[in-house]
């Protein structure tokens, strides 16, 4: 089995080096992810510069680039082998509900996905990489066990509370909750006094009742969400045919 391991958090990440450990008790493990954090990328392709790669050793590259570039370029001309499975991650820090469309955990196994082959997204559910080997012990046990019988190819969005595996209650499968919009932005200015801005936390959850991410987590389950790429909105199509 071969298997490529990306990230957002950079090639350094506590969190992808914890899951790349794990995943070669099984597999052959190639690391292509990023030099540097790239959290909230989303599925950004980088097209207006060329791209670096550095090798770190026999399996692990960086790219000056985002997590989907990483992906694409390891896909498209950086193998000479295509992976049996993607994995990305672990981050550190939920992505749940709508933190999906913005995080380049989820883009880089989606990017995967786009090209045919299974992907899972693995984020723990609290910052600061507590009980992170525990995290990547249950990822593995997950890629070992639980996904032979699914039809290829599948994009799994995993969230794991940070706890020891024993103290993790098991699995629930879920749908993506919902946030309220998120927090107002940060207003300073820098040393010259021109105005700039941060991007304000997110918002507080407003859907989190039974069958959602949040929900599982929160009763110290794993969450395991598979993610589709079609936005079409069928129901709205279906009422606009009748219109034209």
């Not at 450990?21 to 597999?27: G, N, P, R, S, V």
Request: with cysteine; glycine share 8%; charged share 20%.
């Amino acid at each position: 089995m071969k298997i490529l391991i990306s990230n957002d958090d950079g090639y350094l990440a506590p969190g992808l080096l914890a899951l790349a450990d794990a995943m070669a008790q099984i597999a052959d493990v190639v690391i292509v992810a990023p030099e540097r954090n790239r959290s909230g990328a989303s599925n950004a392709l980088t097209l207006d510069k060329p791209l670096s790669v550095s090798k770190v050793s026999s399996n692990v590259y960086f790219v000056d680039g985002t997590p989907t570039d990483c992906v694409h370029i390891a896909l498209t001309g950086l193998l000479d082998y295509r992976p049996d499975l993607i994995v990305s991650g672990i981050n550190q820090g939920q992505n749940m509900g709508e933190d999906t469309l913005y995080s380049g955990t989820v883009a880089a196994a989606t990017e995967g996905y786009l090209f045919g082959i299974p992907a899972i997204a693995f984020s723990q559910a609290e910052k600061g990489w507590r009980h992170i080997d525990d995290a990547a012990r249950f990822a593995l046990n997950l890629v070992k066990h639980k996904l032979d019988h699914l039809e290829q190819p599948y994009l799994l969005n995993v969230n794991i509370p940070n706890r020891a595996l024993a103290e993790l209650k098991g699995i629930q499968l879920t749908h993506l909750g919902k946030r309220h919009q998120s927090e107002p932005v940060i207003k300073s200015t820098d040393p010259r006094g021109n105005p700039i801005y941060w991007i304000g936390p997110a918002g507080a959850v407003k859907e989190a009742g039974e069958g959602t991410d949040f929900y599982a987590i929160e009763q110290g389950y794993v969450s395991v969400t598979p993610l589709q790429i079609d936005l079409t909105n069928t129901e709205l199509l279906a009422k606009l045919k009748k219109v034209w």
